[in-house]
Nanobody, 124 residues
């Protein structure tokens, strides 16, 4: 079992920045791939970014590639998503998810545990 708790969401203006955190507890966090997904109102949940167990590999949704950065601190069981140059279309509930596998994937089915989500609202 693994528990994931997201934090850091909020209301920000277009062009602003936020840093989301995902704190994990339970099973061996350092051996898990972690991803961020998001779900906007009326839309399906979509992949945003992922990081491998050792931070050796990262992968991003094309539309966030030059603006968001995923990182992890295995000593503190935390993954971060630094979001810069935010756009109105980034408004969504952001979820972190963990996989029992060490490599990354953009597909939801790859991930076993999910947090409850944190709301990000970007106002114009």
């Amino acid at each position: 079992q693994m528990q994931l708790v997201e934090s850091g969401g909020g209301l920000v203006q277009v062009g602003g920045s936020l840093r989301l955190s995902c704190a994990a507890s339970g099973r061996t966090f350092s051996r898990c791939a972690i991803a961020w997904f998001r779900q906007a109102p009326g839309k399906e949940r979509e992949f945003v970014a992922a990081i491998s167990w050792d931070s050796g590999r990262t992968y991003y949704l094309d539309s966030v590639k030059d603006r968001f950065t995923i990182s992890r601190d295995n000593a503190n069981n935390t993954v971060y998503l630094q979001m810069n140059s935010l756009k109105a279309e980034d408004t969504a509930v952001y979820y972190c998810a963990s996989s029992s596998r060490i490599y990354i994937s953009p597909t939801m089915d790859y991930y076993d545990y999910w947090g409850q989500g944190t709301q990000v609202t970007v106002s114009s």
